[in-house]
Nanobody, 130 residues
Framework: EVQLQASGGGSVQAGGSLRLSCAASGFTFDEHAIGWFRQAPGKEREALSCISNRHGSTFYADSVKGRFTISSDNAANTVYLQLNSLKPEDTAVYYC???????????????????????WGQGTLVTVSS
């Protein structure tokens, strides 16, 4: 059974940091890409970042580039998203999702699309106060 367990959310003040974790099981971790998304109330799900455990490529949305960092620990089957310089507009439920990783050139074109990920975690809430 495929499972993705997102954790690490919490409440922080603007300018603070959090590290989110996505623990994966039930599939071949090395062959998959893990994406991070978020959804704020009344808004669409937004792609933040993605990492391929197959070839190591990483991708970031412009809105988080330079503030968020994605990394993967293949031995622990866990992907992390380090959130720095948090802003109130970063408040949302953060989700991780998994899909088979295509070559980097194709992953670049699809990583932002939630429908391309068959497996999803349950979400972890990040609240940033001003």
């Amino acid at each position: 059974e495929v499972q993705l367990q997102a954790s690490g959310g919490g409440s922080v003040q603007a300018g603070g940091s959090l590290r989110l974790s996505c623990a994966a099981s039930g599939f071949t971790f090395d062959e998959h890409a893990i994406g991070w998304f978020r959804q704020a109330p009344g808004k669409e799900r937004e792609a933040l970042s993605c990492i391929s455990n197959r070839h190591g490529s990483t991708f970031y949305a412009d809105s988080v580039k330079g503030r968020f960092t994605i990394s993967s620990d293949n031995a622990a089957n866990t992907v992390y998203l380090q959130l720095n310089s948090l802003k109130p507009e970063d408040t949302a439920v953060y989700y991780c999702a998994a899909r088979i990783s295509p070559p980097s050139s194709l992953l670049l074109r699809v990583w932002t699309q939630p429908a391309r990920y068959p497996y999803w975690g349950q979400g972890t809430l990040v609240t940033v106060s001003s």
